[in-house]
């Protein structure tokens, strides 16, 4: 069973389609997903630091990657 959801938030998340972020991680049944990008948005539009926010792109992408290589061997 494939879950589109990983494909679309990782194409919003490399193009800056942060709308589309915010619509995905409502409606993700994915609820690590969906934290995951509230995170990132929440760290994207208020800044800690460039390090921080730096860091929750590369969790979201890190958990995109792992769930879509985990969809690939099952």
Do not use: C
């Amino acid at each position: 069973m494939y879950n589109i959801d990983y494909d679309k938030a990782l194409y919003y998340t490399l193009w800056g389609q942060w709308d589309d972020l915010l619509v995905l991680m409502v409606r993700t049944n994915d609820d690590l997903l969906s934290k995951k990008i509230e995170q990132f948005l929440h760290a994207y539009h208020y800044p800690i630091s460039n390090e921080y926010l730096i860091n929750k792109h590369e969790q979201l992408m890190y958990y995109i990657d792992h769930a879509l290589l985990s969809e690939i061997n099952i």
